[in-house]
């Protein structure tokens, strides 16, 4: 793929690793440094929640559409917003990529030959942060509370249990397992999720300025 | 013998246990199809066949939202694609394997190839095209209403009084004016179904002619699909 003046660096991780604070705290940095900076989440837009919330009701969704219509949103996404800011020299944050898909969709039986060219048009990251922790941990971090769990993020539509709880646990344990291969697939850099928020913030800033210069992103024109 | 996938099929999809039969109609707008696959649809029933029939942009699931987007035409081109496949899907799961199952007949109006024409066009990447759709059931039999791009404006004109947006290809920006940007825009798509037809077998019908010889040829070529998938009956 061609050089672009942009970096791109997404933050992935179990629900309840704590991945999303982590990358809040990041921009934080950033803009607070003068950065050009950017951020972006997965499945934010209103197509994906109007065909999910469809097709739930419905019970329509396969794993295959389940796919295709996160795809189709990510695919606008990306092609709208990620792909020129790059292009502009932005630093683009990315709250879930598209490992997020080959995880959840693998779990579902998609073919991950098929996965991976699907989103074979999105361009790597240059830095990809797994938050790793114990599955128990993880869990506990979503369940103390007894959540309003949803249908499809519990992986309801697989039948892995009827109880919502128990197909969470089931799910996210086979979610865990496949974002473990796709580190070493793809060199995730592994933070240990476990430790204190302030402490993992500070070894992503470390690792961020070893990677990138970030002197390069300061906004020349004062806003 | 089994029905294949192009590829892999989709997940839980047991190739085995459909017995049905489909049947492709293909061809640009205003070639004939919907009168054509109308007037099978009731030669089969006649014979005692049960039958479905299934086209592009009727999913329960994103149809509606499909249409909206293209009057609107804000989608990129990748969106659009993607946004088609997943609509294909969702019949191909939820209607078009069902009733392949249940023994239907099932007629298509159009199936992958036009999506995959259409894309390339537009600058769709093949590899990333072919594997997008290599869940797709192969069909047994795939027609191909051939109609020279006079006889399409023609008809076109007589039929709605009006050329389409998409159907003339104005998102491609190849001449501010209609007219010539329909001929030049079929003439293309000609020429991607002309690849499509050698590496997906399509069956060539001259549509260039009355509905009445048309719709003779295909019952004909119906009947051998027959023949071999639900004989002996």
């Known amino acids: ?223 | 013998m089994n029905k294949m996938c192009y590829g892999n099929p989709p997940p839980g999809v047991k190739l085995e246990n459909l017995r049905g039969a489909l049947m492709v109609i293909e061809g640009a707008d205003s070639s004939g199809r919907s009168t054509q696959i109308a007037e099978l649809s009731d030669w089969l029933e006649q014979k005692g066949y049960a039958v479905a029939r299934s086209g592009l942009t009727r999913s329960v699931l994103v149809g509606p939202d499909l249409d909206k987007a293209k009057e609107g035409n804000v989608l990129s081109p990748r969106t659009m694609s993607l946004f088609y496949a997943t609509d294909f899907y969702d019949q191909l799961e939820n209607s078009i394997i069902p009733a392949l199952r249940a023994g239907y007949i099932v007629l298509a109006d159009r199936y992958i190839f036009t999506l995959i024409a259409r894309d390339s066009i537009r600058g769709g990447n093949p590899a990333w095209l072919d594997s997008l759709y290599s869940q797709a059931v192969v069909p047994d039999a795939v027609f191909f209403l051939m109609t020279s791009t006079r006889n399409l404006m023609e008809r076109t004109l007589s039929t709605h009084y009006r050329l389409d947006y998409w159907e003339s290809g104005m998102d491609l920006g190849l001449s501010r004016d209609w007219y010539e940007s329909f001929i030049l825009y079929q003439r293309r798509l000609r020429t991607e179904y002309k690849k499509l037809q050698r590496r997906y077998a399509f069956e060539m019908i001259n549509a260039n002619r009355s509905v009445s010889a048309i719709q003779k040829e295909l019952r004909a070529r119906v009947d051998m699909v027959l023949e071999r998938i639900y004989r002996p009956v």
């Open chain 1, 1 to 223: 793929m061609e050089t672009i003046p942009g970096k791109l660096i997404a933050v992935e991780g179990l629900d309840g690793s704590g991945k999303s604070t982590q990358i809040h705290l990041l921009h934080q940095w950033l803009r607070g440094l003068g950065c050009k900076v950017f951020f972006s989440e997965w499945n934010s837009s209103e197509m994906v929640k109007g065909a999910t919330r469809k097709g739930k009701k419905k019970q329509l969704l396969t794993p295959t559409t389940f796919s295709l219509i996160h795809a189709t949103d990510f695919a606008d996404r990306y092609e709208r917003q990620i792909l020129p800011m790059l292009k502009g020299g932005y630093i683009v944050l990315c709250d879930r990529y598209m490992f997020t898909a080959f995880a959840r969709d693998g779990v579902r039986g998609c073919d991950p030959a098929w996965l991976r060219e699907l989103y074979g048009f999105v361009r790597q990251p240059d830095i990809t942060y797994y938050f790793r922790l114990p599955l128990e941990t993880a869990l506990g971090r979503i369940l103390e509370g007894r959540p309003q769990l949803k249908f499809f993020e519990a992986g309801m539509d697989i039948g892995l249990s009827p109880d919502i709880f128990e197909s969470f646990r089931l799910f996210q344990g086979k979610v865990k397992e496949q974002y473990d291969r796709l580190a070493d697939d793809y060199g995730f850099t592994i933070v240990d999720a476990t430790l204190p928020i302030p402490g993992q913030q500070a070894v992503v800033r470390r690792i961020f300025q070893e990677r990138i210069d970030v002197a390069r992103f300061r906004q020349r024109v004062q806003q």
